[in-house]
Protein backbone atom coordinates (compact mmCIF):
# COMPACT_ATOMS: atom_id res chain seq x y z
CA UNK A 1 0.00 0.00 0.00
CA UNK A 2 2.98 2.43 0.94
CA UNK A 3 4.39 1.77 -2.06
CA UNK A 4 1.18 2.12 -3.87
CA UNK A 5 0.82 5.68 -2.49
CA UNK A 6 4.55 6.60 -3.45
CA UNK A 7 3.56 5.64 -7.23
CA UNK A 8 0.51 7.54 -6.97
CA UNK A 9 2.25 10.67 -5.35
CA UNK A 10 5.33 10.49 -8.41
CA UNK A 11 2.50 10.51 -10.65
CA UNK A 12 0.45 13.23 -9.29
CA UNK A 13 4.32 15.46 -9.01
CA UNK A 14 4.91 14.53 -12.83
CA UNK A 15 1.51 15.89 -14.07
CA UNK A 16 1.54 18.89 -12.27
CA UNK A 17 5.16 19.75 -13.04
CA UNK A 18 3.88 18.32 -16.81
CA UNK A 19 1.44 20.84 -17.26
CA UNK A 20 3.62 24.25 -16.07
CA UNK A 21 6.15 22.96 -18.23
CA UNK A 22 3.84 23.01 -21.16
CA UNK A 23 1.85 26.62 -20.52
CA UNK A 24 4.90 28.46 -21.70
CA UNK A 25 5.40 32.47 -21.27
CA UNK A 26 3.14 34.47 -23.19
CA UNK A 27 6.01 36.60 -25.45
CA UNK A 28 7.47 39.64 -24.79
CA UNK A 29 5.80 42.56 -26.64
CA UNK A 30 8.38 45.43 -28.47
CA UNK A 31 9.40 48.16 -26.56
CA UNK A 32 9.84 49.66 -30.27
CA UNK A 33 9.06 48.76 -33.99
CA UNK A 34 8.76 49.90 -37.57
CA UNK A 35 6.19 48.81 -40.29
CA UNK A 36 6.68 49.85 -43.78
CA UNK A 37 3.75 51.69 -45.69
CA UNK A 38 3.18 52.02 -49.49
CA UNK A 39 1.91 55.38 -50.88
CA UNK A 40 -1.46 55.17 -53.04
CA UNK A 41 -4.06 57.55 -54.52
CA UNK A 42 -6.62 59.14 -52.09
CA UNK A 43 -9.81 60.60 -52.64
CA UNK A 44 -10.49 64.51 -53.67
CA UNK A 45 -12.40 65.75 -50.79
CA UNK A 46 -13.59 69.68 -50.21
CA UNK A 47 -10.33 69.72 -47.75
CA UNK A 48 -7.42 72.63 -48.06
CA UNK A 49 -6.45 73.33 -51.81
CA UNK A 50 -3.51 75.47 -53.36
CA UNK A 51 -4.50 78.26 -55.29
CA UNK A 52 -2.07 79.08 -58.32
CA UNK A 53 -1.81 81.24 -60.27
CA UNK A 54 -0.37 81.70 -64.00
CA UNK A 55 2.60 82.03 -64.64
CA UNK A 56 3.56 85.67 -65.83
CA UNK A 57 6.67 88.26 -65.70
CA UNK A 58 8.05 87.87 -62.29
CA UNK A 59 11.45 88.03 -60.44
CA UNK A 60 10.84 84.35 -59.95
CA UNK A 61 10.66 83.47 -63.32
CA UNK A 62 14.22 82.37 -64.01
CA UNK A 63 13.95 79.53 -61.14
CA UNK A 64 10.62 77.86 -63.53
CA UNK A 65 11.40 74.86 -66.33
CA UNK A 66 11.40 75.48 -69.76
CA UNK A 67 8.38 73.41 -71.64
CA UNK A 68 8.32 72.00 -74.63
CA UNK A 69 5.29 69.78 -76.87
CA UNK A 70 2.63 72.21 -76.11
CA UNK A 71 -0.64 72.17 -78.47
CA UNK A 72 -0.72 74.20 -81.57
CA UNK A 73 -4.30 73.45 -81.74
CA UNK A 74 -5.01 75.18 -78.37
CA UNK A 75 -4.86 78.82 -78.01
CA UNK A 76 -5.38 81.55 -75.03
CA UNK A 77 -2.41 79.06 -73.02
CA UNK A 78 -2.13 79.65 -69.79
CA UNK A 79 1.33 78.31 -67.92
CA UNK A 80 1.08 76.98 -64.21
CA UNK A 81 4.22 75.87 -62.52
CA UNK A 82 3.98 75.04 -58.43
CA UNK A 83 7.60 73.76 -56.79
CA UNK A 84 6.87 70.85 -54.59
CA UNK A 85 10.09 72.18 -52.73
CA UNK A 86 10.51 75.89 -53.33
CA UNK A 87 14.06 76.46 -50.99
CA UNK A 88 15.55 73.61 -53.49
CA UNK A 89 13.85 75.10 -56.79
CA UNK A 90 14.96 78.48 -55.64
CA UNK A 91 18.64 77.94 -54.52
CA UNK A 92 19.90 75.99 -57.80
CA UNK A 93 18.45 78.70 -59.68
CA UNK A 94 20.48 81.19 -57.70
CA UNK A 95 23.76 78.61 -58.03
CA UNK A 96 23.43 78.18 -61.39
CA UNK A 97 23.70 82.21 -61.99
CA UNK A 98 19.52 82.79 -63.18
CA UNK A 99 18.68 84.69 -59.99
CA UNK A 100 20.82 87.12 -57.68
CA UNK A 101 20.83 86.84 -53.71
CA UNK A 102 18.02 89.44 -53.34
CA UNK A 103 15.29 87.25 -54.83
CA UNK A 104 16.73 84.37 -52.92
CA UNK A 105 16.11 86.71 -49.60
CA UNK A 106 12.83 87.88 -49.75
CA UNK A 107 11.58 84.52 -51.18
CA UNK A 108 12.72 82.42 -48.51
CA UNK A 109 13.10 84.60 -45.81
CA UNK A 110 12.38 82.28 -42.36
CA UNK A 111 13.82 79.45 -44.03
CA UNK A 112 16.61 80.80 -45.48
CA UNK A 113 18.78 78.67 -43.40
CA UNK A 114 17.30 75.64 -44.76
CA UNK A 115 19.44 75.93 -48.08
CA UNK A 116 22.17 73.79 -46.69
CA UNK A 117 19.67 70.92 -47.27
CA UNK A 118 20.13 71.68 -50.94
CA UNK A 119 22.08 70.75 -53.60
CA UNK A 120 23.18 72.88 -56.21
CA UNK A 121 22.48 70.29 -58.62
CA UNK A 122 19.00 70.61 -60.90
CA UNK A 123 16.53 68.75 -59.42
CA UNK A 124 13.01 68.41 -61.50
CA UNK A 125 11.10 69.40 -58.24
CA UNK A 126 7.84 71.26 -60.62
CA UNK A 127 4.44 70.11 -60.69
CA UNK A 128 3.59 71.51 -64.44
CA UNK A 129 0.13 72.33 -65.70
CA UNK A 130 -0.86 74.30 -68.91
CA UNK A 131 -4.41 75.13 -69.96
CA UNK A 132 -5.64 75.99 -73.21
CA UNK A 133 -9.04 76.61 -75.18
CA UNK A 134 -9.78 74.41 -78.52
CA UNK A 135 -11.67 76.39 -81.49
CA UNK A 136 -14.88 74.57 -80.53
CA UNK A 137 -14.15 76.51 -77.04
CA UNK A 138 -13.63 73.86 -74.93
CA UNK A 139 -11.06 74.59 -72.30
CA UNK A 140 -8.26 71.24 -71.63
CA UNK A 141 -5.64 70.98 -69.40
CA UNK A 142 -2.40 69.02 -69.86
CA UNK A 143 -0.12 67.89 -66.89
CA UNK A 144 3.42 66.87 -66.96
CA UNK A 145 2.95 63.41 -65.48
CA UNK A 146 6.51 62.21 -66.29
CA UNK A 147 8.58 64.94 -65.01
CA UNK A 148 10.45 65.26 -68.27
CA UNK A 149 8.51 68.92 -68.99
CA UNK A 150 7.87 68.06 -72.27
CA UNK A 151 3.46 67.98 -72.98
CA UNK A 152 3.89 66.51 -76.33
CA UNK A 153 3.58 63.17 -75.03
CA UNK A 154 0.72 63.55 -72.80
CA UNK A 155 -3.02 63.18 -73.05
CA UNK A 156 -5.42 66.37 -72.83
CA UNK A 157 -7.99 66.42 -69.98
CA UNK A 158 -11.45 68.59 -69.81
CA UNK A 159 -11.09 71.01 -67.30
CA UNK A 160 -14.26 70.88 -64.63
CA UNK A 161 -15.37 74.35 -63.89
CA UNK A 162 -17.21 73.28 -60.96
CA UNK A 163 -16.15 72.55 -56.60
CA UNK A 164 -16.10 68.65 -58.10
CA UNK A 165 -12.19 68.26 -58.46
CA UNK A 166 -10.92 66.14 -61.49
CA UNK A 167 -9.86 62.60 -60.98
CA UNK A 168 -5.99 62.32 -59.77
CA UNK A 169 -3.82 62.15 -61.71
CA UNK A 170 -0.10 60.48 -60.97
CA UNK A 171 2.95 62.83 -61.05
CA UNK A 172 6.38 61.47 -61.48
CA UNK A 173 9.30 64.13 -59.24
CA UNK A 174 13.01 64.37 -57.88
CA UNK A 175 13.60 64.97 -54.34
CA UNK A 176 16.92 65.63 -52.98
CA UNK A 177 17.58 63.53 -49.37
CA UNK A 178 20.39 61.96 -47.72
CA UNK A 179 23.10 63.66 -49.73
CA UNK A 180 21.13 62.59 -53.45
CA UNK A 181 18.42 62.96 -55.91
CA UNK A 182 15.74 60.38 -56.05
CA UNK A 183 12.68 59.67 -57.90
CA UNK A 184 9.38 59.71 -55.74
CA UNK A 185 5.33 60.49 -56.93
CA UNK A 186 2.43 61.68 -56.02
CA UNK A 187 -1.30 62.02 -56.79
CA UNK A 188 -2.77 65.79 -57.71
CA UNK A 189 -6.72 66.77 -58.45
CA UNK A 190 -7.60 70.00 -60.07
CA UNK A 191 -9.99 72.24 -61.30
CA UNK A 192 -10.95 75.43 -62.72
CA UNK A 193 -11.73 78.48 -59.95
CA UNK A 194 -14.85 80.60 -60.42
CA UNK A 195 -14.18 80.62 -64.05
CA UNK A 196 -11.51 82.54 -63.75
CA UNK A 197 -7.24 81.51 -65.21
CA UNK A 198 -7.23 80.61 -61.14
CA UNK A 199 -6.56 76.73 -60.53
CA UNK A 200 -7.51 74.88 -57.53
CA UNK A 201 -4.98 71.90 -56.87
CA UNK A 202 -5.53 69.17 -54.29
CA UNK A 203 -2.36 66.29 -53.31
CA UNK A 204 -4.71 63.45 -53.19
CA UNK A 205 -2.08 60.74 -51.21
CA UNK A 206 -1.69 58.54 -48.10
CA UNK A 207 0.31 55.90 -47.40
CA UNK A 208 -1.11 52.61 -46.22
CA UNK A 209 0.26 48.93 -43.84
CA UNK A 210 -0.73 46.50 -42.42
CA UNK A 211 1.02 44.76 -39.43
CA UNK A 212 -0.03 42.23 -36.25
CA UNK A 213 0.45 42.37 -32.70
CA UNK A 214 -0.40 40.45 -29.96
CA UNK A 215 -1.94 38.20 -32.44
CA UNK A 216 -4.32 40.91 -33.43
CA UNK A 217 -4.29 42.67 -37.20
CA UNK A 218 -3.79 46.18 -37.40
CA UNK A 219 -4.92 47.80 -40.50
CA UNK A 220 -3.29 52.16 -40.95
CA UNK A 221 -3.78 54.96 -42.88
CA UNK A 222 -1.17 57.88 -42.66
CA UNK A 223 -2.72 60.90 -44.31
CA UNK A 224 0.03 63.74 -44.67
CA UNK A 225 -0.19 67.59 -44.28
CA UNK A 226 -0.31 69.68 -47.21
CA UNK A 227 1.10 72.51 -47.69
CA UNK A 228 4.06 73.62 -49.84
CA UNK A 229 4.46 70.26 -50.92
CA UNK A 230 3.70 66.70 -49.32
CA UNK A 231 4.78 66.25 -45.54
CA UNK A 232 4.17 63.36 -43.03
CA UNK A 233 5.58 65.22 -39.86
CA UNK A 234 3.71 67.04 -37.24
CA UNK A 235 0.33 67.23 -38.34
CA UNK A 236 0.08 63.95 -40.28
CA UNK A 237 -3.07 62.23 -39.62
CA UNK A 238 -2.98 58.12 -38.47
CA UNK A 239 -6.39 56.09 -38.67
CA UNK A 240 -6.07 52.63 -37.12
CA UNK A 241 -8.16 49.63 -37.32
CA UNK A 242 -8.13 46.25 -36.35
CA UNK A 243 -10.75 43.46 -37.08
CA UNK A 244 -11.80 43.27 -32.98
CA UNK A 245 -12.58 46.70 -32.11
CA UNK A 246 -15.24 49.06 -33.62
CA UNK A 247 -14.19 52.10 -33.39
CA UNK A 248 -10.88 53.42 -35.35
CA UNK A 249 -8.31 55.46 -33.38
CA UNK A 250 -7.24 58.82 -35.01
CA UNK A 251 -4.23 60.57 -33.83
CA UNK A 252 -1.26 62.74 -34.89
CA UNK A 253 2.17 62.66 -35.31
CA UNK A 254 3.59 62.08 -31.81
CA UNK A 255 0.36 60.80 -30.27
CA UNK A 256 -0.76 57.62 -28.70
CA UNK A 257 -2.09 54.45 -30.42
CA UNK A 258 -3.07 51.99 -27.95
CA UNK A 259 -2.03 48.59 -28.98
CA UNK A 260 -3.05 45.63 -26.61
CA UNK A 261 -2.75 47.51 -23.09
CA UNK A 262 0.20 49.65 -23.87
CA UNK A 263 0.22 52.68 -25.49
CA UNK A 264 2.53 53.85 -28.51
CA UNK A 265 3.99 57.24 -29.19
CA UNK A 266 3.82 56.60 -33.42
CA UNK A 267 6.08 58.32 -35.86
CA UNK A 268 7.03 58.30 -39.61
CA UNK A 269 9.46 59.50 -41.88
CA UNK A 270 9.11 62.41 -44.10
CA UNK A 271 8.11 60.31 -46.99
CA UNK A 272 5.49 58.45 -45.08
CA UNK A 273 7.13 54.83 -45.91
CA UNK A 274 8.44 53.89 -42.35
CA UNK A 275 5.77 53.96 -39.47
CA UNK A 276 7.70 54.23 -35.94
CA UNK A 277 6.10 52.85 -32.76
CA UNK A 278 7.49 53.60 -29.15
CA UNK A 279 6.16 52.54 -26.06
CA UNK A 280 5.51 54.77 -23.59
CA UNK A 281 4.65 53.05 -20.22
CA UNK A 282 3.75 56.82 -18.56
CA UNK A 283 1.29 57.78 -21.59
CA UNK A 284 -1.38 58.03 -19.08
CA UNK A 285 0.03 60.36 -16.80
CA UNK A 286 1.71 62.30 -19.82
CA UNK A 287 -1.91 63.00 -21.07
CA UNK A 288 -2.80 63.91 -24.81
CA UNK A 289 -4.81 65.99 -27.00
CA UNK A 290 -6.40 63.39 -28.87
CA UNK A 291 -9.40 61.11 -28.12
CA UNK A 292 -10.11 58.66 -25.45
CA UNK A 293 -6.66 59.87 -23.39
CA UNK A 294 -6.77 61.97 -20.79
CA UNK A 295 -5.87 65.51 -21.37
CA UNK A 296 -2.14 66.87 -20.69
CA UNK A 297 -2.13 67.97 -16.99
CA UNK A 298 -1.02 71.18 -15.94
CA UNK A 299 -1.23 73.98 -13.10
CA UNK A 300 -2.09 77.39 -13.77
CA UNK A 301 -3.26 80.47 -12.01
CA UNK A 302 -6.63 82.06 -12.83
CA UNK A 303 -7.57 84.92 -13.22
CA UNK A 304 -8.85 85.49 -9.66
CA UNK A 305 -5.55 84.38 -8.44
CA UNK A 306 -6.38 80.84 -7.51
CA UNK A 307 -4.31 77.62 -8.57
CA UNK A 308 -5.74 74.87 -10.56
CA UNK A 309 -4.38 71.44 -10.93
CA UNK A 310 -6.41 70.50 -14.61
CA UNK A 311 -7.90 67.70 -14.29
CA UNK A 312 -7.24 66.62 -11.07
CA UNK A 313 -9.59 69.40 -9.67
CA UNK A 314 -12.60 68.58 -11.59
CA UNK A 315 -12.87 65.16 -11.84
CA UNK A 316 -16.34 64.29 -11.81
CA UNK A 317 -17.49 66.99 -14.00
CA UNK A 318 -17.94 67.22 -17.41
CA UNK A 319 -14.88 70.07 -18.57
CA UNK A 320 -14.83 72.26 -21.57
CA UNK A 321 -11.38 73.59 -22.27
CA UNK A 322 -11.74 76.35 -24.50
CA UNK A 323 -8.40 78.19 -26.23
CA UNK A 324 -9.29 81.30 -27.23
CA UNK A 325 -7.80 84.96 -27.64
CA UNK A 326 -9.63 88.19 -27.65
CA UNK A 327 -8.14 88.57 -31.33
CA UNK A 328 -10.05 85.91 -32.35
CA UNK A 329 -13.91 87.25 -33.91
CA UNK A 330 -15.36 83.34 -33.60
CA UNK A 331 -14.28 82.81 -30.05
CA UNK A 332 -15.75 85.69 -29.16
CA UNK A 333 -18.71 84.79 -30.69
CA UNK A 334 -19.12 81.39 -29.45
CA UNK A 335 -18.83 83.24 -25.99
CA UNK A 336 -21.03 85.28 -26.36
CA UNK A 337 -23.51 84.10 -27.98
CA UNK A 338 -23.24 80.06 -27.05
CA UNK A 339 -21.02 79.65 -23.53
CA UNK A 340 -22.70 82.39 -21.39
CA UNK A 341 -26.24 80.94 -21.75
CA UNK A 342 -24.63 77.07 -21.95
CA UNK A 343 -22.98 78.05 -18.20
CA UNK A 344 -26.45 79.34 -16.92
CA UNK A 345 -27.73 76.13 -17.89
CA UNK A 346 -25.35 73.89 -16.99
CA UNK A 347 -22.48 74.95 -15.25
CA UNK A 348 -22.27 73.86 -11.41
CA UNK A 349 -21.94 70.48 -10.12
CA UNK A 350 -21.79 68.27 -13.76
CA UNK A 351 -20.38 70.44 -15.91
CA UNK A 352 -17.54 73.42 -16.05
CA UNK A 353 -16.15 75.71 -18.68
CA UNK A 354 -12.07 76.49 -18.21
CA UNK A 355 -10.83 79.36 -20.62
CA UNK A 356 -7.29 79.33 -21.91
CA UNK A 357 -6.49 82.88 -23.06
CA UNK A 358 -3.67 83.54 -25.61
CA UNK A 359 -3.94 87.38 -23.63
CA UNK A 360 -2.43 88.90 -20.92
CA UNK A 361 -4.28 89.32 -17.54
CA UNK A 362 -5.66 93.14 -17.92
CA UNK A 363 -7.19 92.02 -21.25
CA UNK A 364 -8.88 89.06 -19.99
CA UNK A 365 -9.68 90.81 -17.23
CA UNK A 366 -11.63 93.73 -18.93
CA UNK A 367 -13.39 91.08 -21.74
CA UNK A 368 -14.51 88.93 -18.47
CA UNK A 369 -15.65 91.87 -16.52
CA UNK A 370 -17.72 93.25 -20.00
CA UNK A 371 -19.47 89.72 -20.22
CA UNK A 372 -20.14 89.19 -16.89
CA UNK A 373 -18.35 85.59 -17.32
CA UNK A 374 -18.39 83.42 -14.28
CA UNK A 375 -16.53 80.72 -15.05
CA UNK A 376 -12.83 79.74 -14.54
CA UNK A 377 -10.41 81.53 -16.58
CA UNK A 378 -7.20 81.50 -17.08
CA UNK A 379 -4.61 84.25 -18.94
CA UNK A 380 -2.00 82.73 -20.35
CA UNK A 381 0.10 84.27 -23.57
CA UNK A 382 2.65 82.02 -25.17
CA UNK A 383 2.23 80.24 -22.02
CA UNK A 384 3.74 76.36 -22.01
CA UNK A 385 -0.02 75.62 -21.88
CA UNK A 386 -0.31 76.42 -24.77
CA UNK A 387 2.99 74.55 -26.37
CA UNK A 388 1.74 71.16 -24.36
CA UNK A 389 -1.89 71.87 -26.18
CA UNK A 390 -0.08 72.41 -29.84
CA UNK A 391 -2.90 74.52 -30.88
CA UNK A 392 -2.21 76.19 -34.26
CA UNK A 393 -5.41 77.88 -34.25
CA UNK A 394 -8.01 79.32 -31.77
CA UNK A 395 -10.70 78.11 -30.51
CA UNK A 396 -9.54 74.95 -30.01
CA UNK A 397 -11.94 72.73 -27.67
CA UNK A 398 -11.44 69.66 -26.18
CA UNK A 399 -14.34 67.89 -23.97
CA UNK A 400 -13.87 65.96 -21.21
CA UNK A 401 -15.95 63.35 -19.31
CA UNK A 402 -16.09 63.01 -15.73
CA UNK A 403 -13.92 60.21 -15.42
CA UNK A 404 -11.07 62.80 -17.04
CA UNK A 405 -11.40 61.84 -20.55
CA UNK A 406 -11.27 63.69 -23.89
CA UNK A 407 -14.26 62.70 -25.71
CA UNK A 408 -14.72 65.26 -28.02
CA UNK A 409 -12.67 68.15 -29.76
CA UNK A 410 -12.77 70.81 -32.20
CA UNK A 411 -15.54 70.90 -35.39
CA UNK A 412 -17.35 68.14 -33.26
CA UNK A 413 -18.24 70.41 -30.33
CA UNK A 414 -17.57 73.98 -32.22
CA UNK A 415 -20.49 76.26 -32.36
CA UNK A 416 -24.17 75.39 -31.75
CA UNK A 417 -23.03 71.78 -31.29
CA UNK A 418 -21.81 71.67 -27.66
CA UNK A 419 -25.46 72.43 -26.35
CA UNK A 420 -26.77 69.52 -28.40
CA UNK A 421 -23.69 67.19 -26.73
CA UNK A 422 -24.46 68.89 -24.09
CA UNK A 423 -27.83 67.96 -23.06
CA UNK A 424 -27.73 64.34 -24.37
CA UNK A 425 -25.15 63.87 -21.73
CA UNK A 426 -26.54 65.57 -18.52
CA UNK A 427 -30.27 65.81 -19.25
CA UNK A 428 -30.33 62.37 -19.24
CA UNK A 429 -28.36 61.41 -16.01
Not at 357 to 381: C, G, L, S
Amino acid sequence: MKSLNCLLNYLLVSIVIGCTQSKPNPPELPKSFEVSASKMANIPDSSFRLILGPFGDNPRAAIYPELKGIPDTLHNIKKYFYPLDDVQAIFQAYKAGLIGKDIVSNSLRRSIDDTILCTPDYVKTFVVIVTGISKKGQKYYLFDSNNNYDLSDEPRYIMIQTIAPNQPLKLLFEKFVNGKIESDSTWIALYSYNKTDALWMKFCEQTSTSFTFDSIQYNMIAYPEYRRGIIYTDNVIFELSDSIHNKKQVFKYNQYAHLSDLYYLVSCSADGRIISFNLDTNALEKGSTQLNMPPIPFKAATLKGDTVFFPKDFKGKYVLLDFWSTSCPPCIEDIRNIYIDLYKKFGGEKFEIIGIADDPKNKVERFVTQNMITWTMIPAPKSYIQKLYRNSAYPALFLIDPDGIIISTGQDISHERINAVLEKLLETK
